[in-house]
């Protein structure tokens, strides 16, 4: 038996289909999380806003990224983990905490390695493919990267002797932070950006190694009168995404999400070296005394700072050499 398509019935199917594309439309639509521990103040977190409305005026709102700042999402130890499983779609790290993972993700916190923000540039286009191969290992796609400032010394006295870090308690929030305070004789001290304040005024630490940026946004000046800056390495925050999550966009929100990361980069370095000079200047401002390591204070960074190398040296494997070749040759 033939049935024939009245067509009031025929109107109902495309009607019905057309809800159901709608539907499937609308599924396209996605709101993510990304989490950072950075505060409001931060250059890097103006950056990471300033990417998440991009993402989302590019797509029309199809993707809303909300940017959860100052650890009030997820504590910083755990946005990795946490973007891997998927609890959260994004995240924002420093990079070198995740050297318990690769030796490569210590290379921007190997002294003397990258001494400008053209080297550090220059290391992070070399280590950008195996970072990528290293997050595509855990289910993960890095957007993009962003430089800090040269790191340097922060104490409550003028650093003008060696014998100085022997015994002193150094905020030290990476492995490599770490070694080099053990190196100078100190004692490392693992304290978020966030505690810093606390930190100091309970007697927890005696000096910390961060950037002028952290110490501008942390109003170093109020626990500290002295900043050296010694230059010892230029650091990277890294944004990055679960896989899963990014699959499960369309091929023009995806190309989207990528593009505003490109942009993002771009911004973020330049917006680094602008905050080096006004945090530098915000600083003196507030009365600390900004100074540059003395000879004898120059060469025992350079001691500890050879002895890191050579022990980064034998637990690098061949890709992690590998990347300082292609580097060096990106230098030449």
Do not use: C
């Amino acid at each position: 038996m033939t049935f024939k398509r009245t067509p009031l019935a025929i109107a109902t199917t495309l009607a019905t289909a057309a809800a159901l594309f709608g539907a499937a439309g609308a599924a396209q639509a996605a709101d993510w999380n990304l989490a950072t521990p950075y505060g409001d103040a931060s250059f890097h977190t103006v950056n990471t806003k300033q990417f998440a409305d991009d993402v989302r005026e590019a797509t029309n709102g199809e993707l809303d990224i909300t940017v959860h700042s100052g650890g009030s999402l997820i504590s910083h130890g755990e946005i990795k983990p946490s973007v891997r499983r998927g609890t959260v779609q994004a995240g924002e790290v420093f990079l070198s905490v995740l050297s318990n993972d690769s030796p490569v993700f210590e290379l921007d916190t190997l002294p003397g390695l990258a001494g400008s923000y053209d080297d550090a540039y220059a290391l992070w286009q070399a280590s950008k493919p195996v970072i990528t191969e290293l997050f595509a290992e855990q289910g993960m796609l890095p957007l993009y990267a962003v430089a800090w400032p040269a790191q340097g010394i922060y104490t409550d006295f003028e650093l003008n002797d060696p014998s100085q870090f022997k015994g002193l308690r150094v905020r030290a929030p990476n492995i490599n932070t770490q070694r080099l305070t053990e190196n100078l004789g100190g004692l490392p001290t693992e304290t978020e950006e966030s505690d810093i304040p606390t930190a100091f005024s309970t007697g927890r630490v005696d000096a910390m190694i961060t950037s002028v940026s952290t110490g501008e946004a942390m109003a170093a000046w109020e626990y500290v009168s002295n900043y050296n800056d010694a230059n010892l390495w230029i650091p990277k925050n890294i944004i990055f995404v679960n896989q899963r999550a990014f699959d499960g966009l369309d091929e023009e929100t995806q190309q989207a999400l990528l593009d505003a990361a490109a942009k993002a980069e771009e911004r973020g370095w330049e917006a680094s070296k602008a905050d080096a000079k006004a945090s530098t200047e915000a600083l003196e401002a507030n009365g600390m005394n900004v100074t540059t390591p003395n000879d004898a204070v120059a060469e025992a960074l350079q001691t500890a700072g050879n002895a890191l190398y050579e022990d980064w040296q034998s637990r690098a494997d061949d890709r992690a050499k590998a990347l300082i070749e292609d580097y060096r040759a990106r230098q030449q």
